[in-house]
Nanobody
């Protein structure tokens, strides 16, 4: 069994930064795909960024250059560094994981194709 626990969300002013973390607990494997998703109120969950065990990354086009996904393999923690935040970033952020050789589809990979999910961490950006 795998458990994902997100943290690091909270309120921030526009232009500010936040770093989200996702700790992985339980049985893990050497090949995996992990992603961050965002869900705004009343909207569907959308992919933000992905990273796989070979450290290949993909990003939503609108976030390139401002968001960075990374991982600490030894500590089993996934990160999402978010800079220059705007109110459009408001939402619940989830990390997800699936054991694959790579992230098939990259950031376009659908949420239902991930088996493991965290409970989410809320990000609020004030103008």
């Amino acid at each position: 069994q795998v458990q994902l626990v997100e943290s690091g969300g909270g309120p921030v002013q526009a232009g500010g930064s936040l770093r989200l973390s996702c700790a992985v607990f339980g049985n893990t494997y050497s090949s995996y795909c992990m992603g961050w998703f965002r869900q705004a109120a009343g909207k569907e969950r959308e992919g933000v960024a992905t990273i796989d065990s070979d450290v290949s990354t993909t990003y939503a086009d609108s976030l390139k250059g401002r968001f960075t996904i990374s991982q600490d393999k030894e500590k089993k923690i996934l990160y999402l560094q978010m800079n220059s935040l705007t109110p459009e970033a408001i939402g619940m952020y989830y990390c997800a994981a699936e054991y694959l050789s790579y992230c098939i589809g990259g950031v376009a990979r659908k949420s239902e194709e991930y088996k493991y999910w965290g409970q989410g961490t809320q990000v609020t950006v004030s103008a």
